[in-house]
C-alpha cells in the first residue's frame, strides 16, 4: 500500500498522480489531502507531492516514471 500526500489545486501532485497511474498503482495508492491532520501539513507543507510506502521509505517530488518504479521494486 503507498500514500500520496498531495493538496487541492496542487499541479505537481497531478503530475504524481499520473505517474502513480501509468506505474499501474494507482488501486494500491491511497491520496491524503495534507490540509486534512496537522501534523501532515507540518511534514509535507513544502515537499508535496510525497509518496510513502508501508515500510515508511518517502519519494519526493520530482521523480520520473522510471524513478518510480526502481523506488517500488526496491521496496
Do not use: K, N
Amino acid at each position: 500500500m503507498l500514500t500520496l500526500f498531495h493538496t487541492d489545486g496542487c499541479h505537481l501532485c497531478e503530475q504524481a498522480w499520473t505517474l502513480v497511474e501509468q506505474a499501474g498503482m494507482a488501486a494500491q495508492t491511497r491520496r491524503c489531502d495534507i490540509l486534512e491532520e496537522e501534523a501532515w501539513l507540518e511534514a509535507y507543507r513544502v515537499r508535496i507531492p510525497v509518496l510513502q510506502d508501508s515500510a515508511g521509505r518517502e519519494l519526493g517530488w520530482p521523480f520520473t516514471l522510471g524513478e518510480l518504479q526502481g523506488w517500488l521494486v526496491q521496496g
